[in-house]
């Protein structure tokens, strides 16, 4: 079974920045694609940045820019770092790995940018 475990989320006031880290419990090129998704409060689950086997990119328009994700092989973690943080970015922030016909996720770290 695959697990995933996203730690490095918190209180943290606008401007700032923060690093989430996802833990991925097998190789992370054994998917075609892992990243992070974030769902506000009342809110859908949103793409927020993914990174393909290729090493291709993808963003949301809302934080392009202020993102950036990471990926390290040897530790098999996927890292999203995000500058600039506003109060819309709060969210609970959810990581995500899919391959053919497999699509799983972590439990999920909050993140609430307030002053």
């Known amino acids: 079974q695959v697990q995933l475990v996203e730690s490095g989320g918190g209180l943290v006031q606008p401007g700032e920045w923060l690093r989430l880290s996802c833990a991925v419990s097998?190789?992370?090129?054994?998917?075609?694609?892992v990243g992070w998704y974030r769902q506000a409060p009342g809110g859908q689950r949103e793409l927020v940045a993914t990174i393909n086997v290729g090493g291709v990119t993808e963003y949301a328009d809302s934080v392009k820019g202020r993102a950036t994700i990471l990926r390290d092989g040897l530790s098999n973690t996927v890292d999203l770092q995000m500058i600039s943080l506003r109060p819309e970015d709060t969210a609970v922030y959810y990581c995500n790995a899919r391959r053919l016909r497999s699509n799983y996720w972590g439990q999920g770290t909050p993140v609430t940018v307030s002053s």
């Open positions: 097998e190789n992370i090129f054994n998917f075609n694609v």
